[in-house]
């Protein structure tokens, strides 16, 4: 009982019994039912007053049927119940009668002997009965004069059992109690950092419990199969997310949950969700990642880690051109940058995003040719539509030149897209002024990817928003774009009249990979069990109570047997 206010309340309820049986006594006619003669004999030997004698013969008849006593033992005994007990021969008698009984037995008897004041143990065994029999026996213990309190291997768990883990268990006799310690009581241990992984627990445990305190211990240890047998859901679904796996939604939602939200989805709604969820390593580098989304600067740890990027992307939003040259992401998002550009009309921008990789220096850093084509194809289509609005014709000869550069340098690898772009840029080229067709492509007017689907469905929804605001110019040119695709579909090339950006669109996809900067490291199982039972705490206190039978006295303590009695 470790509770203060409950063993409060059983101190007192123990002394209200002890008042009412002395009270009984009174009015049955006497207060033990011993002379005080006998008294005087049982002073002698450390029994003193007539509850003490009571109590003392009640042991006495208890142990008196041991089978394991010898007829002079038994000799001994029957002569203390007559009122002469023998000083010398009494106490080791005692000692063999309760060591054949059973822990709760001995428990209840010292319980007993305690209660009436009968001190038949040695100094240091008075102390850990004064533990053992105390009602609040945590408090006991953690009190300055009881620290050093030792004993045998069931004392020594008692006290572990009853302060929860505080009082450890001496290295010396741990191996001894592992193999029948109640799990809650190891469990308070691993706790308080009084087991330890080089201590082995497991090995003295059968199958399940040893998976449980290896999970607990060096959780690094379990195969998957044995975290599903213990049914640890924590390690397997951290494993399922890092194998990229699909994960079962759990209610509420976990910290895993919420990373491939965020991390796999990137569903930015659900960002300060996982902030809370994180610890606290791990906290600190998604609030780094997100300050530095604020100016698209990380530290090298972060760009390195390509499962991060999608969400790097999603949290920058900048606003001036970027260098690809930077790395890897930097030229990802710069391309996607100058695509979406392209997508919204602003032609401007995108030539000035694609400046950045189509420029020639005398030390590039080295691009990934696919991003290159990419770069190069978006630079043409800019360069040869803007053309017709050059400002003289020279200019815009000049312009459909670059154009075709551009397309060259795309098509360099034998890319069939890229080389029918670079037909069309020259077939305008070579085309009068006033006799070429329109050279945008009807798709990237709509703002879609070049041969989406749905793209019918697509012009009806614009009509109906350009009618209500009443924009006839933009309905105008929403007409156009439709007829145009409307007429490819019945041409034998299809779409590929048109100019077509991008290439290959694959080429635009940030990685779809798993992050491991964010990922929580395996932290060891939270503990199952409750907290120790008043009958588990009951049976290591009567094994320790057995203990106690190696500090019995062979000689009686010293009373004065002439006080008188009352």
Not at 49 to 70: F, N, P, R, W
Not at 530 to 538: F, K, M, P, Q, R
Request: aromatic letters at 6%; one cysteine or more; glycine letters at 6%.
């Amino acid at each position: 009982m470790t509770d203060p206010v409950a063993a409060r309340r059983a101190a007192i309820a123990a002394e209200k019994e002890r008042l009412a049986r002395a009270s009984e006594r009174r009015r049955s006619g006497g207060s033990a039912g011993a002379s005080g003669f006998v008294q005087r004999k049982w002073r002698w030997i450390g029994v003193d007053g007539g509850e003490a004698v009571d109590t003392v013969l009640q042991v006495l008849k208890h142990i008196e049927g041991s089978s394991s006593l010898t007829e002079d033992q038994r000799g001994i005994l029957s002569q203390a119940l007559e009122g002469a007990p023998d000083r010398e021969a009494l106490l080791p008698t005692v000692r063999e009668g309760l060591a054949s009984l059973g822990p709760e037995a001995v428990l209840r008897h010292m319980r007993a002997l305690w209660a009436a004041g009968v001190r038949w143990l040695n100094e240091s065994g008075l102390e850990r009965c004064r533990v053992l029999c105390s009602t609040a026996p945590g408090l006991e213990l953690v009190s300055a004069r009881s620290r050093a309190v030792s004993g045998g291997p069931a004392f020594s768990l008692f006290a572990t059992a009853a302060t929860r883990g505080a009082v450890p268990v001496p290295n010396a006799v741990l191996a001894q109690v592992l193999p029948w310690a109640p799990l809650s009581v190891l469990d308070d241990l691993i706790d308080h950092g009084g087991l330890l992984a080089e201590d082995e627990p497991w090995a003295a445990r059968d199958e399940k419990e040893a998976l449980y305190l290896r999970a607990r211990l060096v959780p690094k240890s379990l195969r998957p199969e044995e975290a599903a047998r213990i049914g640890w859901d924590a390690m397997l679904r951290r494993r399922a997310f890092l194998a990229d796996e699909t994960i079962v939604r759990q209610e509420p939602e976990d910290v895993w949950d919420l990373l491939y939200d965020v991390v796999r989805d990137v569903q930015l709604a659900s960002l300060d969700a996982l902030d809370t969820a994180l610890p606290r390593p791990q906290q600190i580098q998604l609030r780094n990642l997100r300050s530095g989304a604020l100016v698209g600067q990380w530290d090298r740890d972060t760009l390195r880690d390509r499962g991060l990027w999608k969400l790097m992307a999603a949290l920058w939003r900048p606003t001036a051109p970027v260098d690809p040259r930077r790395s890897d992401f930097y030229a990802l998002v710069a391309l996607n940058r100058a695509y979406d550009l392209l997508k919204s009309g602003d032609l401007e921008g995108a030539r000035r995003q694609a400046e950045p990789f189509v420029r020639e220096r005398k030390k590039d850093p080295f691009l990934p040719a696919g991003l290159m084509e990419e770069a190069y194809t978006i630079a043409a289509y800019v360069a040869a539509v803007t053309s017709p609005e050059a400002d003289n014709d020279r200019a815009a000869r000049e312009q459909l030149a670059l154009a075709e550069t551009y397309a060259e340098k795309a098509a360099e690898n034998g890319d069939p897209v890229a080389e029918r772009n670079l037909a069309h840029v020259r077939a305008w080229r070579a085309t009068p002024r006033n006799k070429r067709g329109m050279m945008t492509n009807p798709f990237l007017e709509l703002g879609l990817d070049h041969g989406q689907e749905g793209w019918d469905r697509h012009c009806r929804d614009l009509f109906r928003e350009y009618e209500q605001v009443g924009n006839q110019v933009a309905q105008a040119g929403l007409n156009l774009a439709q007829d145009r695709i409307d007429e490819a579909t019945r041409h034998e090339a299809g779409f590929d009249v048109f100019f077509q950006v991008p290439l290959d669109r694959v080429r635009y996809d940030l990685p779809d990979t798993v992050s491991r900067r964010l990922v929580p490291p395996l932290e060891p199982m939270v503990r199952r069990t409750a907290v120790t039972s008043g009958a588990d705490l009951e049976s290591i206190r009567a094994l320790a109570a057995v203990e106690l039978l190696d500090d019995f006295r062979s000689t009686a303590p010293h009373l004065d047997r002439h006080r008188p009695t009352r």
